[in-house]
């Protein structure tokens, strides 16, 4: 069997349906891609399901029977007890988001099968993070009684890095409740549960950072514009301190890549540091990383951390001062948004950025 029609078969079994919009985001040619979906049809192992104005490809028995002979160790767990896929709206919707975060974090470098990661939601020897890895939502709940805990939790997965731990939200195409006792009692039993599993060293302090998904920086713009949607996706006094915007695109894997790889965001820190001067030593806990000639604040922005672009923003209104934001040119728009005219942006060339890094 062609290794893209296996990769397409595995995508959709984890999230249990995969949106016809995401095909394109899938690794390979759109023409490959169309041939493996028509030749994975011709041999009746998906099919495509539309209803209520949502279009996903779904497994069909052929298909699950082939995943679970081919690689049982991988697949077991998501379609185990012939689970089947539900169809309704709103539980469809939710599929999607999560089939989405899967295509992103695969396409990213971040492995997301289960026989390739540690079992870090699973009872079993403590294993620690040596790599990026992405936990889906419904992994996340193997922690069984514990996970009542975070019932109404509208998080997708879980990013877990060697020094890093992220709560994956998905905005998808609507609205998203957002119910922030639930996400407060995720973000604080998350670095517990690692803790205890030895994903990270004992005695080593991990908090819970957030990465909202769009479809677009278009979308991100509604937040900001409507007033509901504002206070569904806090960026002031919510529940995370930092809490990166990243779309569902080849821009967001570059975004996604640096998050994960602390040696190229070391390379991009110290070539931005080089046009401007070092912090004063008063100044090294404060919402920058490094000022200007004439000592104003600047803030190193390319990792579209929300919160911390609006707390910079809000301290240059409090001081009565100016600064600068650095950030990708497909990011400039909303970063301008986001400070409100307190700050002066500037862009990189993301194409350049990502070849000279390899991101």
Request: positive net charge; hydrophobic residues 40%.
């Amino acid at each position: 069997m062609k290794r893209q029609i296996m990769e397409l078969l595995g995508q959709i079994a984890m999230a249990g349906e995969l949106p016809s919009k995401a095909v394109k985001r899938i690794r390979g040619s759109d023409g490959y891609k169309r041939k493996c979906i028509m030749e994975a049809r011709q041999k009746n192992l998906i099919r495509h399901f539309r209803k209520d104005g949502l279009s996903g490809l779904r497994l069909t028995a052929e298909g699950k029977d082939l995943l679970l002979r081919t690689s049982p160790e991988r697949f077991d767990f998501f379609l185990k007890d012939g689970s089947k896929a539900s169809s309704g709206a709103q539980k469809r919707t939710r599929l999607h988001r999560m089939a989405e975060a899967y295509v992103l974090m695969n396409n990213a470098g971040v492995e997301i099968y289960r026989d390739r990661k540690p079992p870090l939601f699973s009872a079993g020897e403590a294993v620690p993070v040596r790599f990026s890895a992405y936990y889906g939502s419904r992994e996340v709940k193997e922690l069984g009684q514990e996970s009542v805990k975070i019932k109404n939790s509208r998080f997708v997965g879980v990013l877990v890095t060697p020094d890093q731990l992220f709560a994956v939200y998905n905005a998808g195409p609507g609205q998203m409740k957002w119910y922030g006792q639930a996400e407060e009692r995720l973000a604080c039993s998350l670095p517990r549960v690692l803790q205890r599993q030895g994903a990270f060293a004992s005695g080593r302090k991990v908090e819970t950072k957030g990465i909202l998904l769009a479809g677009s920086m278009e979308r991100f713009h509604l937040f900001l514009d409507d007033p509901e949607r504002k206070a569904a996706f806090p960026i002031d006094n919510g529940q995370f301190w930092n809490m990166h915007w990243i779309p569902n695109s080849e821009e967001g894997e570059t975004v996604l890549g640096l998050l994960c790889s602390p040696e190229k965001t070391a390379l991009l820190t110290e070539a931005l540091q080089n046009n401007f001067l070092p912090l004063p030593m008063g100044q090294r806990n404060m919402e920058m990383d490094a000022v200007d000639e004439a000592g104003n604040p600047v803030l190193f922005a390319c990792d579209m951390d929300a919160a911390r672009i609006r707390r910079f923003a809000v301290s240059l209104r409090v001081n009565g001062g100016c600064g600068t934001v650095i950030c990708f040119d497909f990011q400039r728009k909303l970063v301008e948004r986001l400070c409100e005219s307190c700050a002066q942006v500037l862009e990189l060339d993301w194409k350049a950025i990502r070849e000279d890094l390899n991101v």
